[in-house]
């Protein structure tokens, strides 16, 4: 198996019985209309039931009087099975002795058949199944950060999937591959380029190119959105200005869109990163987000598109608390923004840290639109090597509670609309897709692809639950092999924030934002070193940001506040990242802040070792081609989680000036040991 087929494998049912029980429920598939969608459903259908069932189940376009076969309808009329939905919901329900798949669209129907499949594929029961399902946020997007010469910005797996060169005359079939997987998540848009954008995504050359892969998506519900790169009125229009408030900039932003409608009919919108890390925006001009925005949702008015605007901005300044960066520039904004504009967030106030306490923009921002973004690339936990489940870190952020109508607010009901009647909601992922034959490198990471999609529709699902789907799906159905790799992912990012960034360490700086690098003191920027984040020094570790330090606690409910205001209170997980506390401090473990590390980084590596035993375990279970490629992976992370840990503790050490605490061994290296090994490892 060479993971080509992700959770959509369809192979034969071994259990007989279950099998023709199934076969009884599935004999024949009614499909009552010949819309690109609506054959898309039938296809997924019959695919999934001759790989599953061993059997072709035929089409017809009507039931007449027969029974034990599935139905396919859109009730577009009034109709009392489709009461409840919204448009994309479905019901797949006991009817006249057959399966109903019902929604009040195609897309809803697509939806429902892949529900359907799962429950097959998963082995539960479908005679009088009964399953009401509607997605919860409105926009559930992928985010490509891929570059026209077919490198992806933090990609670990491969090249682009889009091959710009051969488009559009060339339609590689694995387009359709990657519909379908997005399709069984309900993953209904998709942003193809980085948001570091290149202004030739705009030309007619490249709207040609993303309008071919448009007329692929278009048949699975996926709407395509492009990255824009602010200036393009002067790059590619030329223009002398890009000010938002200009008429010819406007103008021209008018064109460019009703160009794009023209040859992608159902375009989607457009993403924008502005006035952060170098890209240009509408500052430049004197202008705010708000006008850049703005100015884009105008150009959108005619159709039915959005803005989607990052928030992910912060100024070079040395003494600016990074953090609290993008709540200074768009608290003021809030209510500013045209309806057609959503505004953006990543989970954390920096950017995508194995651990970080929510934004604090989630609980600020009651009149505004604001979209989730996390990242299912693994920038900052080990790329396509460390097997890190990420269920957990998204659930963490979804579930935590702004107080931004007092108790009960968590982020989950600020995102999908709930706490504050938005009525435009979205939720994005950084994709962790590329050209590699399995899409994402590590046969693991699927999971985190399939995990997101699972909670962009519906963001109450458990990690524990998504892990069980998927594993059934994609590795074995095997009952205790699902339970130890479930075992193996539930703890797994646990464990890497273990030997990564322990208590709330935090660590985004410069290079290629792997190698453990602590002892970073220069950059072209002060907040793209080390020492930046973690601040040791002879006393202690940690960034007080308590009103004492930066106060960026300040920027949170008073609620929140007060759960992380105090050293004595504040949840270990969190601690460093608000408060410099002294190496001999005792915490709550009752060990000293000191020893309390040590035995973080050295559990979370010899967890590894745990983590190598466990899926040892599951040999049996699992193809032997996919087992050999994660023990091999498994391998390498151990190797780099003990690297992680020397390097901490070595350079640490330096500071706390205490001995490593028994049972632990002192690292068999030196510091310049680990400091040339890195650097060797970010040569060229
Ligand atoms: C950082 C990445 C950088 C992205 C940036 C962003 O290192 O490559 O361009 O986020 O999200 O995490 O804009």
Redesign the pocket.
């Known amino acids: 198996d060479d993971g080509y087929r992700l959770w959509l494998k369809y192979d034969l049912i071994k259990d007989v019985a279950k099998r023709d029980d199934y076969v009884r429920s599935a004999q024949f598939i009614v499909l009552n209309g010949n819309s690109q969608i609506l054959k898309s459903a039938a296809d997924e259908l019959q695919t999934g039931l001759q790989g599953l069932l061993g059997k072709s189940v035929p089409l017809i376009a009507n039931a007449g009087n027969r029974t034990g076969g599935i139905v396919l309808t859109v009730a577009d009329a009034p109709n009392a099975d489709a009461q409840t939905l919204t448009s994309e919901g479905y019901k797949v329900l006991p009817k006249q002795n057959n399966i109903a798949i019902v929604s009040k669209t195609e897309k809803g129907v697509l939806y429902g058949v892949f529900a359907l499949l799962r429950q097959i594929q998963t082995g539960q029961l479908v005679n009088n199944l009964s399953l009401t399902s509607n997605p919860k946020i409105q926009y559930r997007l992928l985010n490509h ?1 891929d570059n026209t010469n077919g490198t992806i ?2 990609g670990y797996a491969g090249e682009s999937l889009w091959k710009w060169y051969e488009l559009p005359a060339t339609v590689d079939p694995r387009y359709r591959d990657y519909a379908r997987a997005n399709a069984s998540l309900g993953i209904n848009g998709t942003v193809v380029n ?3 954008a290149s202004a030739r995504f705009l030309t007619d050359e490249y709207i040609q190119k993303v309008a071919a892969l448009a007329n692929v998506f278009r048949a699975y519900g996926i709407r395509v959105y492009l990255s824009v790169y602010f200036p393009a009125p002067k790059t590619i229009g030329g223009l002398k200005t890009a000010d938002p408030l200009d008429p010819e900039v406007r103008k021209w932003w008018a064109d460019k869109t009703k160009e794009i409608y023209t040859v992608i009919p159902d375009f989607g919108g457009f993403l924008v ?1 502005a006035n ?2 170098g ?1 240009p925006g509408p500052q430049d001009y004197g202008r705010n987000h708000a006008d850049g925005a703005n100015m884009l949702a105008n150009a959108l008015a005619p159709y039915d598109g959005i803005v989607i605007w ?1 928030a ?1 901005v912060y100024k070079a300044d040395s003494k600016a608390d990074r953090f609290k960066a993008a709540y200074e520039e768009f608290t003021p904004l809030d209510g500013k923004f045209d309806k057609k504009v959503i505004v953006q967030v ?1 989970n954390g106030p920096i ?2 840290q194995p651990r970080e306490p929510v934004s604090p923009l989630f609980g600020a921002m009651p009149k505004t639109p604001l979209a989730m ?1 996390f ?1 299912i690339t693994q ?2 936990t080990g790329f396509a090597t460390h097997l890190v489940y990420e269920a957990p870190l998204f659930k963490e952020c979804l579930d935590t509670d702004t107080y931004a109508k007092g108790k009960g607010s968590p982020v989950s009901k600020v995102i999908d609309g709930s706490l504050h009647g938005y009525t435009t909601t979205a939720i994005s992922g ?1 994709a962790n897709t590329g050209s590699d034959r399995n899409w994402t490198g590590n046969p693991m990471a699927q999971a985190n692809w399939y995990a997101f999609g699972r909670l962009a529709w519906d963001h109450t699902l458990s990690s524990e639950d998504i892990a069980h789907e998927w594993i059934k799906m994609t590795l074995t159905t095997e009952p205790k092999a699902v339970k130890t790799i479930t075992d193996l992912m539930l703890r797994s990012r646990e464990i890497y924030v273990n030997y990564n960034t322990p208590i709330g360490l935090s660590r ?1 700086w410069s290079g290629i ?1 792997f190698a453990p690098e602590p002892w970073l003191e220069k950059s072209s920027r002060p907040d793209w070193t080390a020492i930046y984040y973690h601040r040791a020094d002879s006393i202690g570790l940690g960034f007080n940001r308590t009103a004492t330090g930066s106060n960026a606690l300040a920027q949170y409910r008073l609620e929140v506040q007060q759960m992380w205001n105090d050293p004595e209170t504040c949840p270990l997980p969190y601690l460093l990242w608000y408060h410099h506390i002294p190496w001999i401090k005792k915490l709550s473990t009752g060990r000293t802040l000191w020893d309390e590390l040590c035995t973080r980084f050295y559990t979370g590596a010899d967890s590894v070792g745990w983590m190598q035993q466990q899926w040892a375990q599951v040999k049996p279970a699992v193809d032997p081609e996919i087992f050999a490629d994660v023990t091999g992976r498994l391998i390498t992370q151990h190797k780099e989680a003990i690297w992680w840990r020397d390097a901490w503790v070595l350079y640490l050490q330096q500071y706390s000036r205490q001995p490593i605490p028994a049972p632990y061994k002192k690292p068999e290296r030196t510091l310049d040991d680990v400091k040339r090994l890195v650097d060797i490892y970010q040569l060229r």
């Open positions: 950060w910005e933090r980085n948001v570091n990163k952060s890390e890209e990052r992910f990543k950017d995508f973004e990242q920038e900052y950084v985004p934002h």
